[in-house]
């Protein structure tokens, strides 16, 4: 692992394995101007025995300089993946941060497509570090 790269953070809930990896994106920040990018990859694994999809997001981000901030919406860059027992969806976004440390964590709402019943499921909390700060 290399220095720019931090640990993987995962959570188990109501049968869906959620991990998430960080990093700092040296190429989109400038901290100069107080722009910190950090990009995250998400993976969601559906072990349960029943077909899942999510519906919604709801993140909470804390920007150690600043106010924290909230951000709500329908699925996952742009998808609302629905997942049969053992499947699972990766994807990866953004997060930019004014300071250089940060931390992001959430939940997903996500509903059985067999009964429509709906379940919210964590995403593990995980940092935000610019590199150099870390050392």
């Known amino acids: 692992m290399n220095q720019h790269q931090k640990r993987m953070a995962t ?17 989109q920040s400038d901290p100069k101007a107080g722009r910190f990018l950090f990009s995250y990859r998400i993976r969601i694994e559906n072990r349960g025995a029943r077909t899942v999809q999510l519906l919604r997001r709801h993140w909470h981000i804390v920007d150690s300089l600043f106010e924290p901030r909230e951000v709500k919406g329908p699925g996952v860059v742009g998808a609302t993946p629905v997942l049969a027992t053992g499947e699972h969806f990766t994807y990866t976004s953004f997060c930019d941060l004014r300071s250089a440390f940060g931390r992001m964590s959430g939940t997903y709402t996500m509903r059985h497509t067999d009964d429509d019943s709906g379940f919210d499921v964590v995403i593990p909390p995980f940092e935000l570090v610019y590199p150099i700060a870390a050392n």
């Open 11 to 27: 959570q188990v809930t109501h049968d869906i394995r959620i991990s998430v990896k960080a990093e700092y994106s040296h190429e």
